[in-house]
């Protein structure tokens, strides 16, 4: 069986998640990348890094918030954004 390589599908409105098999280390972490980016471009704006990992944990993807962080700055993404209330449908239901 040959593995599943090729991007990325995940939307948080269709709740469709195709996660890339068999991947290398440097594809995992573009990967993951990816999928942050989809998740900033839904949101509107840059989650928290815990809030972060929490939305990739949700989609599949095993993740620290410390490593969220790491992401954040290769990504040019560590500028701080100043805290606001979570609207009712931005909270996360576990």
């Not at 948080?12 to 471009?41: C, G, H, P, S, W």
């Not at 939305?55 to 490593?67: F, N, P, T």
């Not at 805290?83 to 449908?89: C, G």
């Amino acid at each position: 069986m040959k593995p599943l390589v090729g991007p990325i599908a995940c939307s948080a409105k269709e709740e469709n998640i195709v996660l890339v098999v068999n991947l290398n280390n440097a594809a995992a972490i573009e990967q993951r990348k990816q999928m942050m980016a989809v998740i900033i471009a839904e949101l509107g704006r840059k989650p928290s890094c815990r809030q972060m990992a929490n939305l990739l944990e949700a989609r599949g993807v095993h993740i620290s918030h410390v490593q969220v962080s790491k992401y954040y700055h290769q990504m040019h993404l560590s500028l701080p954004e100043p805290p606001r209330l979570l609207l009712p449908s931005e909270r996360l239901t576990l």
